[in-house]
């Protein structure tokens, strides 16, 4: 079976970049938050997650979100996210308050630019 959700990696000035596609839910949620995790070394300042792609986004995505955060901050990284104010789960992630609580920037170069200054 093929996953309904892809992520590609790459690493800008020490920030984790990973890119996601497709939709994310209950089905997925939990395999994409492993391979992040397993993609940010403990050098890394921190992980940006690029969800402009991504056509659909459930509460079991909003969980792994929240769950890479408290990794991350216990390890003293950081979290952005992106995610165009026209994307279809942008409205599913502001109810949820997930840019708020975790960070967020309009584009993966804002992101970077944050977690680096």
Do not use: C, K, W
């Not at 459930?58 to 390890?75: K, P, Q």
């Amino acid at each position: 079976m093929t996953p309904l959700a892809d992520v590609q990696f790459e690493t800008i000035d020490n920030v984790v970049v990973a890119r996601l596609e497709g939709e994310i839910d209950m089905s997925n949620a939990d395999d994409l938050g492993a391979a992040i995790t397993a993609r940010v070394s403990s050098d890394a300042v921190g992980l940006v997650l690029d969800l402009a792609a991504v056509e659909y986004f459930d509460s079991a995505g909003i969980h792994v979100m929240f769950a890479l955060r408290e990794r991350l901050t216990r390890r003293g990284q950081e979290i952005r996210l992106v995610v165009g104010p026209d994307s279809p789960i942008a409205t599913a992630l502001r109810f949820a308050d997930v840019p708020g609580t975790l960070g967020a920037a309009d584009t993966v170069q804002a992101a970077i630019a944050e977690l680096t200054d």
